[in-house]
């Protein structure tokens, strides 16, 4: 993977000598930082998919020619919709995932849609940024990513935590000086160096469990350094994403990062299956129930609907539902799915009926009570699973298959008498 | 599920590559080593952290990040992968704590520092969450 990724080089060019060299001891952000233009996203994601679409041309009812004119443009559309060639992703058994590495593919599904994350970072790949800026190849406040941002923010956080309890500490000592329960004197200060220095020899004594470290030096130089970094980030496309981009919308090519062979469509779904158990089974084991069947029934239902969905495990649910996208609103559902076992086919077995389908009140309260603290609604997503196909072959026919799953969605709110009177 | 020759197979060392991947560019932790002797159930890491991943309660107020030498800065963590799929059991923690070598655990808040273990589950999507698991119960922080 790292040997086909692309190398960047950074050339003093781009330094712009608007921006001050790299300070690297910054305890706290300055008071009035330069506020971080972000781009115009309503331009960078106005489509919502990897596709292009042309609108046909309007019909006007007394001018006849107009209905010409979209005959043509239907039958010869003048762009196509997908790309050529399409983006191609390797499937890796590591990760169980697909890896893009190919810029353009990048830059197209997650532009277009939100597809995918850069597995060294948050959302976007966004990794050589930050580690040209660690370097100091890139001023501290040039092209701040998200993750950034939020590390200033927790930062200026953890600071205000710290006064506090300094303040409250103090404050305490205070009150029990006044109220005559300790003595404050000068030998309070010895004492404490005094224990201070033997907690700090006690600890370079007994250290010998783990080796010496050796930190990088920073650099400090005030000139910037020329650094070619090399790109080790992929955007990483989970096995949903992946056959909803490639089953569903066909702009995705898999190949075996083994063989290096495009993977046919047909064999995509039983691997996908096979994979998303941990560890991975064999295609004779394979149910009705798998847990790739059952979470890209709901990828899908979603997506159709226009929901940008992303995965939830930050929450500690299945999926996220964002209305345009991750860069303009917070997600506002959060999803959980759920088999159902409601056919007769299932009536006896006792394992899914009973281990599977029922859960515990307190499982549901721990995820409400996360959900809520988040102002996300949770959405339990139950998927009816059908019985398992009787003819052989017939999961061939993939939409025929996937159709036999129905969805069904339960919105569930932490409701409280106080709160909720009007 | 946790036999001993459990750590020689692909998965979990894939499972493995990925966090330390994950560890050495994404969290920038310093000095990993990877351990997968049959004397644990599972492979497990070990590596030093830029800032400390816990921080006693009772040290916090005096706790200083600017100070490079203090204990909580040299405290080396063992870091557990696991995949989201697995069902971990209190029989699976106990024998995972068991696995870890006796003595000295470094110090916090002045106090010998019991053990713990920092939880890496890793996601489809390539996100690693971080949970850390203590053995018993130790005093709650303030928010």
Same mark, same amino acid.
């Given at each position: 993977?790292?040997?086909?990724? #692309?190398?960047?080089?950074? $050339?003093p060019?781009?330094?712009?000598?608007?921006?001050?060299?790299? $300070?690297? $001891?910054?305890?706290?952000?300055?008071?009035?930082?330069?506020?971080?233009?972000?781009?115009?996203?309503?331009?960078?994601?106005?489509?919502?998919?990897?596709?292009t679409?042309?609108p046909?041309?309007?019909?006007?009812?007394h001018?006849?020619?107009s209905?010409?004119?979209?005959?043509?443009?239907?039958?010869?559309?003048?762009?196509?919709?997908?790309?050529?060639?399409?983006?191609?992703?390797?499937?890796?058994?590591?990760? @169980?995932?697909?890896?893009?590495?190919?810029?353009?593919?990048?830059?197209?599904?997650?532009?277009?849609?939100?597809?995918?994350?850069?597995?060294?970072?948050?959302?976007?790949?966004?990794?050589?940024?930050?580690?040209?800026?660690?370097?100091?190849?890139?001023?501290?406040?040039?092209?701040?990513?998200?993750?950034?941002v939020?590390?200033?923010?927790?930062?200026?956080?953890?600071?205000?935590?710290?006064?506090?309890?300094?303040?409250?500490?103090?404050?305490?000592?205070?009150?029990?000086?006044?109220?005559?329960?300790?003595?404050?004197?000068?030998?309070?200060?010895?004492?404490?160096?005094?224990?201070?220095?033997?907690?700090?020899?006690?600890?370079?004594?007994?250290?010998?469990?783990?080796?010496?470290?050796?930190?990088?030096?920073?650099?400090?130089?005030?000139?910037?350094?020329?650094?070619?970094?090399?790109d080790?980030?992929?955007?990483?496309?989970?096995l949903?994403?992946?056959?909803?981009?490639?089953?569903?919308?066909?702009?995705?090519?898999?190949?075996?990062?083994?063989?290096?062979?495009?993977?046919?469509?047909k064999?995509?779904?039983?691997?996908?299956?096979?994979?998303?158990?941990?560890?991975p089974?064999?295609?004779?084991?394979?149910?009705?129930?798998?847990?790739?069947?059952?979470?890209?029934?709901?990828?899908?239902h979603?997506r159709?609907?226009?929901?940008?969905?992303?995965?939830?495990?930050?929450f500690?649910?299945?999926?996220?539902?964002?209305?345009?996208?991750?860069?303009?609103?917070?997600?506002?559902?959060?999803?959980?799915?759920?088999p159902a076992?409601?056919?007769?086919?299932?009536d006896?077995? @006792?394992?899914?009926?009973?281990?599977?389908?029922?859960?515990?009140?307190?499982?549901?309260?721990c995820?409400?009570?996360?959900?809520?603290q988040?102002?996300k609604?949770?959405?339990?997503?139950?998927?009816?699973?059908? #019985?398992?196909?009787?003819? &052989?072959?017939a999961?061939?026919?993939?939409?025929?298959?996937?159709?036999?799953?129905?969805?069904?969605?339960?919105?569930?709110?932490?409701?409280?008498?106080?709160?909720?009177?009007? | 599920?946790?036999?001993?020759?459990?750590?020689? $197979?692909p998965?979990?060392?894939?499972?493995?590559?990925?966090?330390?991947k994950?560890l050495?560019h994404?969290?920038?932790w310093?000095?990993?080593?990877?351990?997968?002797?049959?004397?644990?159930?599972?492979?497990?890491? &070990?590596?030093?952290?830029?800032?400390?991943?816990?921080?006693?309660?009772?040290?916090?107020?005096?706790?200083?990040?600017?100070?490079?030498?203090?204990?909580?800065?040299?405290?080396?963590?063992?870091?557990?992968?696991?995949?989201?799929?697995?069902?971990?059991?209190? @029989?699976?923690?106990?024998?995972?704590?068991?696995?870890?070598?006796?003595?000295?655990?470094?110090?916090?808040?002045?106090?010998?520092?019991g053990?713990?273990?920092?939880?890496?589950?890793?996601?489809?999507?390539?996100?690693?969450?971080?949970?850390?698991?203590?053995?018993g119960?130790?005093?709650?922080?303030?928010?």
């Open positions: 993977m790292t040997s086909s990724a #692309p190398s960047i080089t950074i $050339t060019a781009d330094s712009t000598p608007t921006h001050p060299a790299p $300070t690297f $001891t910054l305890p706290t952000p300055p008071a009035a930082p330069a506020r971080y233009k972000k781009p115009n996203y309503n331009v960078v994601h106005a489509l919502p998919l990897p596709l679409t042309v046909l041309p309007p019909l006007i009812p001018n006849p020619l209905l010409l004119h979209i005959i043509i443009a239907y039958l010869f559309p003048g762009t196509t919709s997908h790309p050529s060639p399409l983006h191609v992703g390797a499937f890796h058994a590591s990760t @169980r995932a697909i890896h893009v590495t190919d810029p353009q593919s990048i830059k197209a599904f997650w532009e277009h849609g939100f597809f995918g994350k850069g597995s060294l970072s948050r959302s976007e790949p966004t990794w050589v940024i930050r580690k040209r800026r660690a370097l100091g190849v890139i001023g501290q406040n040039e092209a701040l990513t998200s993750e950034e939020t590390m200033r923010r927790r930062e200026e956080r953890k600071e205000f935590k710290r006064e506090r309890a300094r303040a409250e500490k103090e404050r305490r000592e205070k009150q029990l000086a006044e109220e005559g329960k300790i003595v404050r004197g000068p030998d309070d200060d010895q004492e404490k160096e005094q224990r201070d220095s033997a907690a700090a020899a006690s600890s370079s004594s007994k250290s010998i469990t783990f080796a010496t470290v050796e930190l990088p030096p920073r650099r400090r130089s005030p000139e910037r350094p020329v650094v070619e970094v090399e080790l980030e992929h955007l990483q496309l989970t949903e994403e992946s056959f909803f981009l490639s089953f569903g919308l066909g702009v995705l090519q898999i190949k075996d990062s083994k063989t290096d062979e495009i993977i046919p469509q064999d995509l779904l039983s691997m996908f299956r096979c994979q998303s158990y941990f560890p089974r064999t295609p004779d084991m394979l149910q009705p129930d798998d847990p790739f069947l059952l979470n890209y029934v709901v990828y899908h979603f159709s609907l226009g929901w940008v969905v992303k995965s939830g495990i930050k500690a649910v299945d999926y996220l539902l964002y209305n345009r996208g991750p860069v303009f609103t917070h997600a506002e559902f959060a999803i959980l799915v759920l076992y409601s056919h007769p086919y299932w006896h077995d @006792r394992v899914r009926k009973e281990e599977r389908e029922k859960k515990p009140w307190h499982w549901l309260h995820i409400n009570r996360v959900s809520s988040v102002k609604t949770l959405i339990l997503v139950y998927v009816e699973v059908p #019985p398992p196909l009787e003819k &052989t072959g999961e061939d026919n993939v939409p025929k298959m996937l159709a036999r799953y129905k969805v069904r969605e339960v919105a569930l709110r932490r409701w409280l008498v106080s709160r909720n009177r009007d | 599920m946790t036999t001993p020759t459990d750590t020689t $197979t998965h979990l060392q894939d499972l493995v590559q990925t966090v330390h994950n050495k994404l969290a920038d310093s000095s990993l080593v990877i351990h997968s002797s049959p004397s644990f159930p599972r492979p497990l890491i &070990t590596g030093l952290p830029p800032d400390p991943v816990y921080i006693d309660p009772d040290s916090a107020s005096t706790y200083n990040a600017e100070d490079k030498n203090s204990p909580e800065r040299s405290q080396h963590e063992w870091v557990l992968p696991v995949d989201l799929r697995e069902k971990w059991t209190l @029989r699976k923690w106990a024998q995972m704590f068991d696995s870890l070598p006796e003595g000295y655990w470094g110090e916090s808040g002045g106090k010998v520092r053990k713990r273990i920092l939880l890496a589950v890793v996601s489809d999507d390539s996100t690693v969450v971080h949970y850390v698991v203590h053995d119960i130790v005093k709650p922080r303030q928010n």
